[in-house]
C-alpha cells in the first residue's frame, strides 16, 4: 500500500472490533499535532508482517487504534483544532476489557496513545515517549532489569517504513 494512499476500516475487512468496554480517558496527551501530522494521522498506518502490533485509521476526527494480530480496538481519540492551529485531542477512550487490553493505567494509556501516533503513524523516533514507556513497565512490573527493547517490541511493535 503506498504511504499516501488512505487507510480505512473497510481495508480490514472484518477483523477490526470496536471496543467491548470504553473507558473515558482522564489523561490525554497534550501534543498539539501540526495540520502536516494530522494529513499524515488521517491517512492511518496499516501493519505489514508479525511484528507490527497497531493499526490505525480515522473516521472524520476521530482515529481508531487496534492491535493488529487480534484486531481488538483499544484507543479512539477524538481530535480539535488547537487554539493556535494544528490539532490536539479533546477526547478519547481507552479499551478496558483485561481480555483485550491490559492497561489499567491511566498515565500508561496516555502515553501508549502518543506513542502510537507519533511513533508508529507519523515514524518518528519519539525517543523521550519511549524511555518513559520502558521505565513506566519496568516500574510496573518491579523488575529494573526488563530489556528496553523487548519493552518497547511488546508493547509497541515497530513500524516497517513505506
Known sequence: MPADE??????????VQ???VPRPMPL?????WSDEDWERIRLGYRSRDMDEKW????????VFLHRSWTGNGVFE????????GGRRIAEAVV???????????DEYDCLMLELVLSA???GEPARELREK????????????????????????GLRTDP
Do not use: M
Open 55 to 62: 493499526d490505525v485509521f480515522a473516521e472524520g476526527d476521530v
Open 77 to 84: 481519540a477524538t481530535f480539535a483544532p488547537g487554539d493556535g
Open 95 to 105: 479499551e478496558r476489557d483485561a481480555e483485550r487490553y491490559r492497561g489499567d493505567d
Open 133 to 156: 514507556l520502558v521505565e513506566s513497565t519496568r516500574k510496573r512490573s518491579g523488575s529494573t532489569d526488563v530489556p528496553a527493547g523487548l519493552v518497547q517490541h511488546s508493547a509497541l
Open 6 to 15: 488512505r487507510v480505512t476500516r473497510s481495508s480490514f475487512s472484518d477483523r
Open 120 to 122: 508508529i503513524v507519523l
Open 18 to 20: 470496536p471496543i467491548s
Open 28 to 32: 490525554l496527551p497534550r501534543r498539539v
